[in-house]
């Protein structure tokens, strides 16, 4: 079965630039019909969707983060990742990556999550 | 604030029905499906039933899920200590075109 991990620096210094790797293991990234998506939960809060990537290459974002996200895939290396540029204390947050058969659709499966926090 | 609304709690005890609610017009009002999720402490979300009223493999028959109108609901009978845990509601929001979570209910068995 697929099984999603995420990745990457815990700490990441005000101002700079997040950034995060998911690799897939058990499927591959080029199978059809399914999107690729990031999802965040600060810490005792609820969850927000970042944004997905699709059909090798395609993207969309919660517009709530205007610019300053980027979601892209390797699928040499059958990974995706996410790059959150002027990060702040506010974008301290458990970094979940999570499969979906749809752009609406429910997300199965995440991983595990990655604590990721934002301090000089 | 989450687009979608769900209680902060609930509770019952063992052996008890609880449901939980989640409404939201622009999303489950405009005919977006609703999908649940459970979170133990200190794990990632599991889905717990997709498209309104759909279990995944392995989860148990005492998980159910529902819509009409403007709101969603996940009812659990038979309730177990195990199920005490965050449940969430998720749906897709056509006036901010997102993908949206409700705010969470803690289920606490008494």
């Known amino acids: 079965q697929v099984q999603l991990q995420e990745s990457g620096p815990g700490l990441v210094k005000p101002s700079q630039t997040l950034s995060l790797t998911c690799s897939v293991s058990?499927?591959?990234?080029?199978?059809?019909?399914?999107?690729w998506s990031w999802i965040r939960q600060h810490p005792g809060k609820g969850l927000e969707w970042i944004g997905y990537?699709?059909?090798?290459?395609?993207?969309y974002h919660n517009p709530s983060f205007k610019s300053r996200v980027t979601i892209s895939v390797d699928t040499s290396k059958n990974q995706y990742s996410l790059k959150l540029t002027s990060v702040n204390a506010a974008d301290t947050a458990i970094y979940y990556c999570?499969?979906?058969?749809?752009?609406?659709?429910?997300?199965?499966?995440w991983g595990q999550g990655t604590l990721v926090t934002v301090s000089s | 604030q989450s687009v979608l609304t769900q209680p902060p709690s609930v509770s019952g005890a063992p052996g008890q029905r609880v449901t939980i609610s989640c409404t939201g017009s622009?999303?489950?009002?405009?005919?977006?499906?609703v999908h649940w999720y459970q979170q133990l402490p200190g794990s990632a979300p599991t889905l717990l039933i997709y498209?309104?009223?759909n279990r995944p493999s392995g989860v148990p028959d005492r998980f159910s899920g529902s819509k009409s109108g403007t709101s969603a609901s996940l009812a659990i009978t038979g309730l177990q200590a195990e199920d005490e845990a965050d449940y969430y509601c998720?749906?897709?929001?056509?006036?901010?075109?997102?993908?949206?979570f409700g705010g969470g209910t803690k289920l606490t068995v008494l």
């Open positions: 622009s999303s489950i009002g405009a005919g977006y499906d």
């Open positions: 990537i699709y059909d090798s290459g395609s993207s």
């Open positions: 498209d309104n009223n």
């Open positions: 999570a499969r979906h058969g749809d752009w609406d659709g429910g997300f199965d499966p």
């Open positions: 058990g499927g591959s990234m080029t199978s059809p019909n399914y999107y």
């Open positions: 998720q749906s897709y929001d056509s006036s901010l075109s997102v993908v949206v």
